[in-house]
Nanobody, 115 residues
């Protein structure tokens, strides 16, 4: 079993930046990839940023150039650096990760972009 715990969600002003972190614990062997998804109010969950075990990344068009996903293998974290935030980025952000063929999810962390 793997546990994922997100942190970093907060209220931030438009144009601001925020860094989310997802820490993994437990049987963290054979990382195959992971990333961040979000669920905006009234919308379905959508992929935001993904990172593979080889470090390759991909981003949703809506965040490309503003968000950066990174992984620290030693700390077993997947971070999401977000900048130039707008109200459209308001959502609950979820981390997921694949270990040994099983997908795990965190509980989510709320990001609110508002003045």
């Amino acid at each position: 079993q793997v546990q994922l715990v997100e942190s970093g969600g907060a209220l931030v002003q438009p144009g601001g930046s925020l860094r989310l972190s997802c820490a993994a614990s437990g049987s963290t062997f054979s990382f195959n990839g992971g990333g961040w998804l979000r669920q905006r109010p009234g919308n379905e969950r959508e992929a935001v940023a993904l990172i593979l075990n080889n470090g390759a990344t991909s981003y949703a068009d809506s965040v490309n150039g503003r968000f950066t996903v990174t992984r620290d293998n030693a700390k077993k974290t997947i971070d999401l650096q977000m900048s130039s935030l707008t109200a459209e980025d308001t959502a609950v952000y979820y981390c997921n990760a694949h270990y040994g063929g099983t997908k795990y999810w965190g509980q989510g962390t709320k990001v609110t972009v508002s003045s």
